[in-house]
């Protein structure tokens, strides 16, 4: 077994759409840090979805539904930490805005 310590998801702006950030190709994945900062002058929101192999971004699979983040708020997800994500898993967002939120995460890839 290998244990890879990994950026999972590049520091990045979040889109306005459902988007696929991050998919665990062929390793188990443990999330260890999972961040959203509002960058803008008003509040945001923001969803994440962990998604099971060959399934979809939806209601089934919501972890967090619309956190709303406040100008200049940084906010760590206690929520994903230490989840894990199956072989072709997968992380997925959704910003209120595609002009407010950064986020970056990273954890570890266990092949």
Known sequence: MTVTVKVLIPAKIAEATQVTQYTATGVTTIID????????ASAATISVNLVTAADTAGNQNLITKTKTLQPAEVYTFPELVGQVLMA???????????????????????S
Not at 33 to 40: L, P, Q
Not at 94 to 101: L, R, W
């Open 33 to 40: 840090k999972f961040t959203a900062t509002n960058y803008s």
């Open 88 to 110: 072709s898993g997968f992380i997925s967002t959704i910003a209120g805005t595609a002009t407010s939120i950064n986020i970056r995460a990273s954890g570890r890839e266990v």
